[in-house]
């Protein structure tokens, strides 16, 4: 069962870069609420989107500078990449239709 890929400032350009599949990428921290809420939703997303997307998370505390680049100001923010460019950012918790959507699109 796939899961969510943790992304670190200093891997994140290769993953971004390397793929030509969709990447999902939720902005997070252990002290925000919110983003628990939605981590189930982004784990059970990995697992469906295996071999066709990929799910990735990204501690916004442990890696300020991939959160700077990409102007992450509230958290989660979820960030979709397509050929290393953003192509969809969803602010807040938002239903698994909504971003499932957002990858359907994108693959």
Known sequence: MGKALVITDENFSNIIAET???VLVDFWAEWCGPCKMIAPTVEELAA???GKAIIAKVDVDSN???SMEFGIRSIPTLL???N???VEKVVG???KQVLAQKIESHL
């Open 20 to 22: 030509d599949k969709p």
């Open 48 to 50: 469906e989107y295996e």
């Open 64 to 66: 300020p500078n991939v």
């Open 80 to 82: 979709l990449f397509k």
């Open 84 to 86: 290393g460019k953003v």
């Open 93 to 95: 918790v938002n239903p």
